[in-house]
C-alpha cells in the first residue's frame, strides 16, 4: 500500500522554487529588523540569555563565513563543525552552505558520551577544515592529539570572522544536485554513515515538513533544543525559519536535560504566537515526570499548535501522560503530532498533524508477528498499541516485500520504502552500501515510479490511509520461527517489577544451535534503594512476564547501572550497540555494584 505523491513545486525546475539558502538574502532584504535565529544561552544566568540575529546580521554573518572558509578551502572540501550549539554554529553552516564548502555538523569534543560518534564521523568524513570556538579550542586540540584522526589544514574560529568580509562575498549559484553537507546517522543499528544531503534535498524536506505541520497561520515562530548536530534538530531549527522567513528560538540540549521545564517555558514565552517544536518520545515523558502543579501554573501552553513527536517507538503511555500533565497549562489535546523520519530521507517523512488527537489503534499481537494488521481489543491479553504516524507530504511512501520487492496491501507489514525528492543520493564514499539503501526498484510497480526508492529498513504497515511503525527490520528477534519485535518486550520487561528504569530497556537476539536467543539488559531503577534490591527477584518477575506475554524464554536477563543502556543521539535504544557491550562485557552489572559495597 502507497501513500503520498510528488508536488511538482518541489521537484527540480518546479515553479517558484529556489535553493534554501538563497532566501537568507531575501529575507535580509524583505525583513531586515525582523528575528531570525535566537540562542538562549543558560551557561551565565539560570534564567537565560536571549542573543538574537536579525535576517540583515544573519545574511551579513553568512556571508563572511562564507568568505572566511574560501579563503583556507575550496568546494568540495569539507568542514567539520567541533564547537558549540551556539549562533555561531547556524552561521556556520549557512556560511558553509554559501561558499560550497561540504558541511559536517559534529560538536565539540568534549561533550560527554559521544566519543565514539565523533571519532567515527570526523576520520569517515576527512574534513579540510574544522570550525570551533576560542573557547572550545582546548578540546579540539586535546581530541585531535588523543586520536588517530586526519588532521586539519586549517581551523577556523567561527566567534573570531571578521565580518567585514561580507562586504568582498559575491553569492555564487547553488545547484540542486550540489551537497549542502553530511549528515552521520544515529548508529541505532551500525556505525554511522555520512547521508550526502543536497541542496535539493534540504530544500524540499523544509517544505514538506511546513506542509506537515500545517501551519497555516499567522506569525509561527520554532522552539527547540535538539542538537544541531542530528537531523530533526538542524532541519527543524536551521531550514524552517528560512522557508518563509520566520524565527527560531532554540538552545543546547544540555541545558535541557539539566531543567527539562526551560522547554516548555520558552513556549510559554511566546504569546500571541502559533509555536512549533519538536523532539524524541523520551523527551516528553521525561518533562512530563518533572512537572510540579508549582511549575505547570507558571505555563502558558495554548500558543503551542503542534509538538512533532518524532523518534520510534512512541509509547502511547508518554502520549497520555504528556497531554494529562500540561492540560492545566493549556495544552491542547491535538498539539501532539506523532510522525516519522530518518536521516536518508534529510530527515521527515511523515507526520499525524491534524486537528485531533493522536490515533491510537489496538492490534492482535500475534497477528503481526505473522505480518498481519488485525484490530482487537484493548483489553484482550493479546493487544498491543500502534500509533498512527500520518501521512507523508511531497513523497511517497509505500509498504513492500523486502525478499520480492512487491508492493504490500493494506494492513499487509513490510519494509518502508520512500520516494521523493527529499531523499539523499547516497553515502559519503560508500557506494555499495548507497546502492543497497537508495537503489530500490519495485518488482511491480503499477502506477507508482519504478525506482529509485530508499530502503528505510523500518517495518511498518498502512491501516486507513495512514502509515504504522512496527520496528527495525535488523532488531527484529525470532526465536522459534516466530518474529518478535523488540520494543514489546522491552515493554513487557519495564512493567513486570518498579527496580527497571522505563525506556531504559533493550532486548535483542543472540545466535543458537538452533534458534535465536533472548538476551534483556535492563537498566537499574534508582528510586529502588540498593539495599532493598533483590536481583533474582527482578529477574524472576522479568523472566515470568515475558513467558506468559510472548510465550518465550529468556536466554539471560542482567540488570545494570543506571545509564548503562546504549542510546542515539535521538535517543533511542541503540541495540545493536548495547549488544555488543554485552559480549565484550563491558556493560556495568548491578550485581558488581552491589558487590564492591560489601
Given at each position: 500500500?502507497?501513500?503520498?505523491?510528488?508536488?511538482?513545486?518541489?521537484?527540480?525546475?518546479?515553479?517558484?522554487?529556489?535553493?534554501?539558502?538563497?532566501?537568507?538574502?531575501?529575507w535580509?532584504?524583505?525583513?531586515?529588523?525582523?528575528?531570525?535565529?535566537?540562542?538562549?544561552d543558560?551557561?551565565?544566568?539560570?534564567?537565560?540569555?536571549?542573543?538574537?540575529?536579525?535576517?540583515a546580521e544573519?545574511?551579513?554573518?553568512?556571508?563572511?563565513?562564507?568568505?572566511?572558509?574560501?579563503?583556507?578551502t575550496?568546494?568540495?572540501?569539507?568542514?567539520?563543525?567541533?564547537?558549540?550549539?551556539?549562533?555561531?554554529?547556524?552561521?556556520?553552516?549557512?556560511?558553509?552552505?554559501?561558499?560550497?564548502?561540504?558541511?559536517?555538523p559534529?560538536?565539540?569534543?568534549?561533550?560527554?558520551?559521544h566519543?565514539?560518534?565523533?571519532?567515527?564521523?570526523y576520520?569517515?568524513?576527512?574534513?579540510?577544515?574544522?570550525?570551533?570556538?576560542?573557547?572550545?579550542?582546548?578540546?579540539?586540540?586535546?581530541?585531535?592529539?588523543?586520536?588517530?584522526?586526519?588532521?586539519?589544514?586549517?581551523?577556523?574560529?567561527?566567534?573570531?570572522?571578521?565580518?567585514?568580509?561580507?562586504?568582498?562575498?559575491?553569492?555564487?549559484?547553488?545547484a540542486?544536485?550540489?551537497?549542502?553537507?553530511?549528515?552521520?546517522?544515529?548508529?541505532?543499528?551500525?556505525?554511522?554513515?555520512?547521508?550526502?544531503?543536497?541542496?535539493?534535498?534540504?530544500?524540499?524536506?523544509?517544505?514538506?515538513?511546513?506542509?506537515?505541520?500545517?501551519p497555516e497561520k499567522?506569525?509561527?515562530?520554532?522552539?527547540?533544543w535538539?542538537?544541531?548536530?542530528?537531523?530533526?534538530?538542524?532541519?527543524?531549527?536551521?531550514?524552517?525559519?528560512?522557508?518563509?522567513g520566520?524565527?527560531?528560538?532554540?538552545?543546547?540540549?544540555?541545558?535541557?536535560?539539566?531543567?527539562?521545564?526551560?522547554?516548555?517555558?520558552?513556549?510559554?514565552?511566546?504569546?500571541?504566537?502559533?509555536?512549533?517544536?519538536?523532539?524524541?518520545?523520551?523527551a516528553?515523558?521525561?518533562?512530563?515526570?518533572?512537572?510540579?502543579?508549582?511549575?505547570?501554573?507558571?505555563?502558558?501552553?495554548?500558543g503551542?499548535?503542534?509538538?512533532?513527536n518524532?523518534?520510534?517507538?512512541?509509547?502511547?503511555?508518554?502520549?497520555?501522560?504528556?497531554?494529562?500533565?500540561?492540560?492545566?497549562?493549556?495544552?491542547?489535546?491535538?498539539?501532539?503530532?506523532?510522525?516519522?523520519?530518518?536521516?536518508?530521507?534529510t530527515?521527515?517523512?511523515?507526520a499525524a498533524?491534524?486537528?485531533?488527537?493522536?490515533?491510537?489503534?489496538?492490534?492482535?499481537?500475534?497477528?503481526?508477528?505473522?505480518?498481519?494488521?488485525?484490530?482487537c481489543d484493548?483489553?484482550?491479553?493479546?493487544?498491543?498499541?500502534?500509533?498512527?504516524?500520518?501521512?507523508?507530504?511531497?513523497?511517497?511512501?509505500?509498504?513492500?516485500?523486502?525478499?520480492?520487492?512487491v508492493?504490500?496491501?493494506?494492513?499487509?507489514?513490510?519494509?518502508i520504502w520512500?520516494?521523493?525528492?527529499?531523499?539523499?543520493?547516497?553515502?559519503?564514499?560508500?557506494?555499495?552500501?548507497?546502492?543497497?539503501?537508495?537503489?530500490?526498484?519495485?518488482?511491480?510497480?503499477?502506477?507508482?515510479?519504478?525506482?529509485?526508492?530508499?530502503?528505510?529498513?523500518?517495518?511498518?504497515?498502512?491501516?486507513d490511509?495512514?502509515?504504522?511503525?512496527?520496528?527495525?527490520?535488523?532488531?527484529?528477534?525470532?526465536?522459534?520461527?516466530?518474529?518478535?519485535?523488540?520494543?514489546?518486550?522491552?515493554?513487557?520487561?519495564?512493567?513486570?517489577?518498579?527496580?527497571?528504569?522505563?525506556?531504559?530497556?533493550?532486548a535483542?537476539?543472540?545466535?543458537?544451535?538452533?534458534?535465536?536467543?533472548?538476551?534483556?539488559?535492563?537498566?537499574?531503577?534508582?528510586?529502588?534503594p540498593?539495599?532493598?534490591?533483590?536481583?533474582d527477584?527482578?529477574?524472576?518477575?522479568?523472566?515470568?512476564?515475558?513467558?506468559?506475554?510472548?510465550?518465550?524464554?529468556?536466554?539471560?536477563?542482567?540488570?545494570?547501572?543506571?545509564?548503562?543502556?546504549?542510546?542515539?543521539?535521538?535517543?533511542?535504544?541503540?541495540r545493536?550497540?548495547?549488544?555488543?557491550?554485552?559480549?565484550?562485557?563491558?556493560?556495568?552489572?548491578?550485581?558488581?555494584?552491589?558487590?564492591?559495597?560489601?
Open positions: 500500500m502507497a501513500l503520498g505523491s510528488l508536488l511538482p513545486d518541489l521537484l527540480p525546475g518546479g515553479s517558484g522554487r529556489t535553493p534554501l539558502i538563497e532566501r537568507v538574502a531575501r535580509a532584504k524583505e525583513k531586515p529588523d525582523a528575528p531570525a535565529y535566537t540562542f538562549v543558560y551557561s551565565t544566568d539560570p534564567s537565560g540569555v536571549h542573543i538574537t540575529a536579525t535576517w544573519t545574511d551579513r554573518r553568512a556571508r563572511a563565513t562564507a568568505a572566511t572558509l574560501r579563503q583556507v575550496g568546494p568540495g572540501e569539507r568542514a567539520a563543525l567541533l564547537l558549540p550549539q551556539t549562533l555561531e554554529y547556524m552561521m556556520t553552516m549557512l556560511g558553509a552552505m554559501h561558499a560550497h564548502v561540504i558541511a559536517v559534529l560538536f565539540s569534543p568534549d561533550l560527554p558520551g566519543a565514539d560518534r565523533l571519532i567515527g564521523a576520520t569517515d568524513a576527512e574534513p579540510a577544515v574544522i570550525v570551533t570556538t576560542r573557547s572550545a579550542h582546548p578540546h579540539v586540540e586535546k581530541f585531535l592529539a588523543d586520536h588517530d584522526v586526519p588532521q586539519p589544514k586549517e581551523i577556523v574560529f567561527a566567534d573570531e570572522i571578521d565580518l567585514s568580509l561580507a562586504d568582498r562575498w559575491e553569492n555564487e549559484p547553488v540542486f544536485d550540489d551537497l549542502a553537507y553530511l549528515q552521520y546517522t544515529s548508529g541505532s543499528t551500525r556505525r554511522p554513515a555520512g547521508v550526502e544531503i543536497t541542496h535539493g534535498n534540504v530544500t524540499a524536506n523544509a517544505a514538506q515538513l511546513w506542509a506537515g505541520w500545517a499567522p506569525n509561527p515562530e520554532l522552539v527547540s535538539l542538537p544541531l548536530f542530528h537531523d530533526m534538530g538542524l532541519i527543524a531549527t536551521m531550514a524552517l525559519p528560512l522557508v518563509r520566520d524565527h527560531a528560538i532554540y538552545t543546547d540540549p544540555v541545558s535541557f536535560i539539566m531543567n527539562p521545564m526551560r522547554w516548555l517555558e520558552l513556549i510559554s514565552e511566546r504569546p500571541g504566537k502559533n509555536v512549533y517544536t519538536a523532539g524524541p518520545n523520551f516528553y515523558e521525561y518533562v512530563a515526570s518533572q512537572a510540579t502543579p508549582e511549575k505547570i501554573a507558571e505555563l502558558d501552553l495554548s503551542l499548535t503542534t509538538c512533532l518524532g523518534a520510534e517507538p512512541i509509547r502511547t503511555s508518554t502520549l497520555s501522560m504528556f497531554a494529562e500533565a500540561f492540560a492545566p497549562a493549556g495544552l491542547r489535546p491535538s498539539a501532539q503530532a506523532p510522525g516519522y523520519g530518518l536521516a536518508e530521507a530527515v521527515f517523512v511523515s498533524a491534524e486537528d485531533a488527537p493522536p490515533k491510537v489503534v489496538h492490534v492482535d499481537r500475534e497477528a503481526l508477528t505473522q505480518g498481519e494488521l488485525v484490530l484493548e483489553k484482550s491479553e493479546r493487544a498491543s498499541a500502534l500509533v498512527s504516524c500520518g501521512r507523508p507530504y511531497g513523497q511517497i511512501v509505500a509498504i513492500v516485500d523486502p525478499d520480492t520487492c508492493e504490500q496491501p493494506d494492513g499487509r507489514v513490510g519494509e520512500v520516494h521523493g525528492p527529499n531523499t539523499a543520493p547516497g553515502y559519503w564514499r560508500n557506494s555499495e552500501r548507497s546502492q543497497d539503501t537508495f537503489g530500490g526498484t519495485l518488482a511491480d510497480p503499477g502506477e507508482l515510479p519504478a525506482g529509485p526508492w530508499m530502503k528505510t529498513g523500518d517495518y511498518g504497515v498502512v491501516h490511509g495512514e502509515l504504522y511503525v512496527t520496528g527495525r527490520i535488523k532488531d527484529l528477534i525470532i526465536v522459534d520461527g516466530r518474529n518478535h519485535y523488540p520494543q514489546d518486550i522491552e515493554v513487557t520487561a519495564q512493567e513486570a517489577h518498579p527496580a527497571i528504569r522505563p525506556d531504559h530497556v533493550a535483542f537476539a543472540l545466535p543458537g544451535e538452533e534458534t535465536e536467543r533472548l538476551v534483556v539488559v535492563a537498566e537499574r531503577n534508582r528510586r529502588v540498593l539495599g532493598r534490591l533483590d536481583i527477584e527482578v529477574e524472576s518477575a522479568v523472566r515470568s512476564a515475558i513467558n506468559v506475554e510472548h510465550e518465550m524464554s529468556v536466554h539471560e536477563f542482567l540488570l545494570i547501572e543506571p545509564g548503562g543502556v546504549s542510546r542515539t543521539s535521538s535517543g533511542k535504544i541503540a545493536s550497540a548495547t549488544r555488543q557491550r554485552y559480549l565484550d562485557g563491558e556493560l556495568p552489572t548491578t550485581e558488581a555494584r552491589l558487590a564492591s559495597r560489601k
